[in-house]
């Protein structure tokens, strides 16, 4: 992503928050990121176009941070699921996401609703695949059904929170109780209430998201040049992960351990979002080859 883009990204972000969604319009992002109308097509195909990329943004940085706290800690640790639950909260809560995607959802055209409601059935799926890595496979036939009581039990208890207090939710309180509850009920939860319509209705809205190691190849070759513009360490961790990568038998273990530097190392230059949208490629790979 280059700088100009980055820049279209952030101004249309600041004014969907100051503004509104519905009540920004095209010729606002133009005005406000001084670019040309035909640059701003050449990016984005219409302002939904331009907020489903500051989503999916969001969702990559997410996907780090979440496999990032993975690193050195068993999969298994309810702890660690706990922490990457809160960081995706934080995230959104810190970039305001949440609620300008509240709000474009009740006055979002029928494609813009397609995309979000995808990206909370991703955040669904993901979570799902966490339980059974914390509870095990004997709870995979109603997994998607533990998820909808831990997302709609907390979603209340932040509802109500709001209405009874100015304090801030304490999310990881609320995650304490909640799990601590789950751990009660799992080993007499046999049958789901709506696993089959739940699993019919992800197999038909979440499509499947396979991660090419060329794709991921190229665009690593593609930032090295931009690397050596930013620093030593980034050219050398960006060039250490291609040379890896290329092997028949890469290092999986150092992959992983690297990964937070490599992103790191981008941090606060023109190609943060390359090297996050690369890390969370990789974590990806990672996970579907070498789990």
Known sequence: MNARKRKVIQVALQLFLERGYVQTSIQDIIEHAEISK???????????????????????????????????????????????IV???????????????????QYGNQALKAALRNYHLREIKWLAT????VYGTKIKPVKYDVTMMLFGSLQSFQKMWRAVTQEPFHV???LHFLF??????????????????INSYMAQYIASEPIEKGDILQDLQELVPLAQKVSTESYEL????LDELRKSEPNITIIRAILPSFSGSFATTPYTEEAIAITSALWRYLEEVYS
């Open 130 to 133: 966490r339980l059974v890595d």
């Open 172 to 174: 990881e309180g609320a």
């Open 38 to 84: 035909g640059t701003f097509y050449n990016y984005f195909s219409s302002k939904d176009d331009c907020l489903i990329a500051i989503i999916e943004i969001g969702r990559e940085q997410t996907m780090v941070k979440r496999n990032e706290l993975l690193l050195g800690k068993q999969r298994c640790d309810v702890q660690v699921l706990i922490q990457q």
């Open 238 to 241: 960006t060039a250490f992960l």
């Open 87 to 105: 960081v995706g909260i934080q995230l959104n809560y810190n970039q305001s996401l949440l609620p300008l995607l509240e709000n474009v959802f």
């Open 180 to 197: 601590s509850q789950l751990d009660n009920m799992m080993p007499h939860l046999h049958e789901g209430f709506m696993t089959d319509e």
